[in-house]
């Protein structure tokens, strides 16, 4: 069965990651419209789809290198981009300067979240599952932010700034020296 084939480039580990990264665009798109709930939802169906892939792809001896870099970029899509997009334009901006400075903080967030996931893929093998993660994972880095939109929206937390200056600590934590036990 093609779907079980290992070398196929559509097998059925890296359909879910293809299912992961429409979500992901879907998402933007939504995000566009100022439709955050829809886009929230399917981040979270992102999320189950990237748990989904590697246990196929473990199970059915799926996990080749092309998994690997595809697993990559739908995680930056769903899980660096996507969250970001979501958060900055949730954001009441008082100023240009504001909005300026927030938006420089967000591409430091997404540029922290691609090196985060090159670094790791320099360190990993396909197939392989290490005890720990080196940084917090993006994710976890994904669900970081939603917890500030929640906390942003219901008011818990309501400066932007200070929004901004807890989106510059979690890109800081992608990249460092924190160690999380893999699931």
């Known amino acids: ?3 079980l ?3 196929n480039r559509y097998n059925l580990a890296n359909l879910i990651t293809f299912a992961n990264i429409s979500c992901g665009v879907l ?3 939504f995000i566009g419209k100022g439709e955050f709930f829809t886009a929230i939802i399917l981040a979270w169906i992102a999320g189950a789809l990237d748990i989904a892939d ?3 792809a473990r199970k059915f001896g799926l996990s080749t290198e092309f998994g690997v870099q595809l697993d990559s970029f739908a995680d930056f899509l769903s899980f660096v981009v996507m969250p970001s997009f ?3 334009y949730a954001l009441q901006k008082d100023s240009p300067f504001q909005e300026a400075v927030l938006g420089a903080i967000f591409l430091f967030y997404i540029i922290s979240g691609l090196r985060r996931l090159v670094e790791f893929n320099l360190k990993v093998d396909a197939g392989s599952v290490a005890k720990y993660f080196e940084g917090v994972p993006t994710p976890l880095g994904a669900i970081l932010q939603w917890v500030l939109y929640l906390l942003y929206t219901y008011g818990v937390i309501g400066n932007a700034w200070i929004i901004g200056l807890l ?3 979690i890109a ?4 460092s020296k924190i160690r999380i036990p893999h699931p």
């Open 54 to 56: 590697g246990k196929v």
């Open 172 to 175: 800081w934590s992608l990249n």
């Open 1 to 3: 069965m093609k779907l």
């Open 5 to 7: 084939e290992r070398e």
């Open 167 to 169: 989106v510059l600590l």
């Open 27 to 29: 998402a933007l798109y």
């Open 86 to 88: 979501l958060l900055f």
